[in-house]
């Protein structure tokens, strides 16, 4: 048992500079669902055809370039039609940007033995600004022939209108000249690489260094030299150990992932190689042999646990120990908000022994010297940073503190100060830091005109957008409470105990009052020219005033009464103070949180499970995208697991049902990825970095409730919950 539970430790040892899933500039390389593609679309009119499945193309997992699938078009070119089937980029946490130096590689594999080069579609890049060219393929085949691949590259300067601060949406091919006939490709490995590659022969075998089997997975390690050469790890497994098929192939950002296997309890055989950025292999390493076992559901939620944590111990950046979200080219983009989930499931590491103490003590400690040098106004910090230069990252170049983001991070931080409490220097050091950093937010300083925290602020003029629309402050049963009770509790700039009340138990919003159509009125416009005065007069302006109304809405909604009226959110932010703050600390008599909680969850669950989309069972619900019928309906992994703060046999049992039914898709090294739509068959391939830590110290908080002890012994927040829970409560408007 010991060993299944600390799996994943080696992976811990070694620092990093960035990880990520996939390469940023890869558009293709496998579908994570079968059958077809989610991330494609397909149209076709006249006498044309392009073969689909809900308007997807099809994939292929008997025939591909890199395992396990490809891209079938299967295509007729009408002489009066059209056809048009396009790729589209399937990551949105990050983006790339293409420079006249990069090529567009792509590997086709000719099916239809008649098809001429002169039959095959012409390509496009499609990027946010729209179709980027299309271009003939007919001169970049260097040796042109049906039924093998073919390797394509298409130096990207050739394409008119290139624009490198373009953000490519994704690769399409469209109807060339016409034909009679039926034509059939196969597409793999669509992606961007640079001009020039390095190559240099991989003579030295790769090392396989350790096979893991545990129920349906296996986890396998390696040891990755330093090449520069070294583009991807490929994967290959045996039933007998002689015949290895490839079945993975795995970015080198990774030292270890996990293999699906179709069976449990029986030998599978692997071995690895490495692959150079032309895709020639190295030899293979030694063959390990490994036979999977069934786990029990604590022993898989132990697995899982570890997997989100793990997601944390590789996902930051060196410099700042900062979490960094996205890779970029020539920036290590680091989140504010984000690093305080890092650091609770960094604790939740190394009290399940998971990481050792000194490394998340020593990352903890770099985040606070970073954070102490970095800029702030007020002791607020901006949402992002560079982690490199240690400067602001603002959004659309707008200067934007962020309140709520600072307010997460420096709760975090008060916990990690409980957590490293020995009476060793290095630890004495960084309890000083921290409560540094909370001593210095003047949260007095960012009120709004009704005596409000305001959730964003500018950095010269108090203003976060150049516009009339009117900044409700931060307010409402979600992450407020935190911010509130961190508040009320400053040792220097604490707020009145009313302040929560009026934040917390009432709801804000914005009430348009009054027409304005004279120029003055749009001051607050980004930029009005002496040409665009005219349009700025004849133009129709609100000027808008807060409205303010109880929390309380009681309704029955699937019958179930449930306190705050109907909930159009997800039940994520409902979640968020109650991760930190255990719910029966909160005693101020106005609202019982673990019985709050208990009536949203069952009326959710209710909801989802009547719309229903496919889930093999009720535990499998929590969709954080509610469209019509026809829309679609996300599930998102980390909804019906949370259940567990108030609930735990539900969320046990909704955890373990999509470990078990969907598992094979949704789980990883990382834990479970981002959404699930069951609807469309449709599969993120990325991960939330909320989802990660929620689900991390959800796990933890019902095995042995770590970080809620640990909150609740911050000693300013505890004189903070005396000042407002031991008091009369104030009447709410």
Same mark, same amino acid.
């Not at 899933?21 to 579908?31: A, H, K, L, Q, R």
């Not at 370039?65 to 002489?79: A, H, M, Q, V």
């Not at 150049?466 to 407020?480: C, D, F, R, T």
């Not at 919003?509 to 304005?516: D, L």
């Given at each position: ?44 009119? +006249? ?25 079938? @078009? ?6 009066? +039609? ?19 130096? $990069? ?8 099916? =239809? ?9 012409? @390509? ?8 980027? $060219? ?37 690769? +399409? ?50 040891? @990755? ?71 029990? $559901? ?9 997997? *989100? ?140 005109? *009704? ?7 500018? /950095?010269?003029? %108090? ?8 900044? /409700? ?35 804000? %919003? ?21 040409? %665009? ?5 004849? =133009? ?24 705050? %009226? ?6 994520? $932010? ?54 019509? #019928? ?7 992994? #980390? ?65 042995? +409730? ?28």
């Amino acid at each position: 048992m010991q060993r299944i539970i600390y799996i994943l430790i080696v992976l811990f040892y070694l620092p990093r500079l960035v990880v990520a899933d996939t390469y940023p500039e890869v558009i293709f390389d496998n579908s994570i669902g079968a059958g077809s593609y989610a991330k494609s679309i397909v149209s076709y009119k +006249g006498n044309s055809w392009v073969e689909n499945m809900n308007n997807r193309l099809l994939t292929s997992d008997t025939l591909f370039f890199t395992p396990g699938n490809s891209l079938s @078009l299967r295509y007729i070119s009408g002489d009066n +039609g059209s056809w048009n089937a396009r790729i589209n980029y399937n990551k949105h946490k990050s983006h790339y940007r293409f420079s006249e130096n $990069d090529q567009l590689s792509f590997f086709i594999f000719v099916n =239809s033995k008649n098809t001429k080069i002169k039959d095959l579609p012409r @390509l496009y890049i499609n990027s946010h600004e729209g179709v980027i $060219d299309t271009i003939s393929l007919d001169k970049y085949f260097v040796d042109y022939a049906p039924k093998k691949w073919i390797q394509v590259k298409i130096p990207c300067k050739i394409f008119s209108g290139l624009n490198k601060e373009s953000i490519v949406t994704g690769v +399409g091919f469209v109807q060339n000249q016409p034909s009679d006939r039926e034509h059939h490709l196969f597409l793999d490995q669509i992606e961007f690489l640079p001009g020039k590659l390095v190559d240099v022969r991989l003579s030295y075998p790769a090392i396989l260094s350790e096979a893991i089997g545990y129920d349906k997975m296996v986890h396998l390690k390696w040891q @990755l030299p330093l090449s520069p050469n070294i583009r991807y790890v490929k994967i290959y497994r045996s039933t007998n150990g002689k015949d290895f098929v490839p079945v993975a192939m795995r970015p080198i950002h990774l030292q270890s992932c996990l293999d699906v296997v179709p069976n449990v309890g029986y030998k599978y055989f692997y071995k690895i190689a490495w692959v150079d950025h032309n895709y020639k292999e190295s030899p293979a390493s030694v063959s390990k042999d490994v036979e999977t076992k069934i786990l029990s $559901d604590t022993a898989i939620l132990n697995l899982i646990q570890a997997a *989100n944590i793990n997601y944390f111990v590789e996902n930051f950046d060196v410099n700042s120990g900062m979490y960094m979200p996205v890779r970029a080219k020539d920036k290590a983009i680091v989140s504010t908000k984000e690093t305080a989930g890092a650091i609770l499931s960094l604790i939740i590491g190394v009290e399940n022994k998971q990481i050792p103490r000194n490394e998340v003590l020593n990352r903890i400690s770099k985040i606070s010297y970073f954070l102490l040098k970095a800029q702030h106004k007020n002791g607020i910090y901006p949402a992002y940073f560079d982690g490199r230069k240690g400067l602001p990252e603002y959004k659309k170049g707008t200067d934007t503190y962020d309140v709520q983001a600072t307010a997460s991070l420096i709760e975090a931080l008060l916990i990690a100060r409980e957590y490293f409490d020995s009476d060793q220097e290095n630890e004495k050091d960084l309890r000083n830091r921290i409560t540094s950093l909370y001593d210095q937010i003047e949260w007095n300083a960012i009120l709004d005109e *009704n005596a409000l925290l305001k959730p964003k602020f500018g /950095l010269l003029d %108090g203003m976060t957008e150049s516009s009339n629309n009117l900044l /409700l402050p931060i307010h409402g049963a979600n992450e407020a409470i935190n911010v509130y009770l961190l508040a009320i509790s400053s040792r220097k700039y604490s707020l009145p105990i009313d302040t929560y009340y009026d934040a917390i138990y009432n709801t804000y %919003g914005v009430e348009p009052i009054e027409q304005i159509d004279d120029f003055e009125s749009n001051v607050y416009a980004d930029s009005v020219t002496a040409e %665009g005065f005219t349009q700025a007069v004849d =133009s129709i302006n609100y000027v808008d005033r807060m409205s303010k109304s109880s929390l309380f809405n009681p309704v029955y909604k699937y019958g179930v009464k449930v306190p705050f %009226g109907e909930f159009s959110h997800s039940l994520m $932010d409902l979640y968020k103070p109650f991760l930190t703050i255990k719910p029966n600390i909160i005693t101020d008599s106005l609202v019982n949180w673990s019985d709050a909680l208990k009536s949203y969850i069952t009326y959710v669950k209710r909801r989802d499970n009547q719309l229903g989309v496919g889930a093999y069972t009720s535990d499998i619900w929590g969709f954080y995208q509610h469209k019509d #019928s026809v829309g679609n309906y996300r599930i998102n992994p #980390s909804i019906a697991p949370t259940a567990m703060l108030v609930d735990t046999q539900l969320g046990k049992a909704s955890v373990l049902a999509l470990y078990k039914y969907y598992g094979n898709i949704l789980f990883s090294e990382y834990g479970f990825k981002s959404w699930l739509d069951l609807r469309n068959k449709d599969e993120s391939n990325e991960y939330l970095a909320m989802n990660q830590s929620t689900l991390a110290i959800v796990l933890e908080n019902v095995k042995t +409730g770590l970080i809620w002890k640990l909150y609740e012994k911050i000693p300013e927040l505890k004189k903070g919950r005396d000042r407002l829970f031991n008091t009369a409560v104030l009447e709410v408007d």
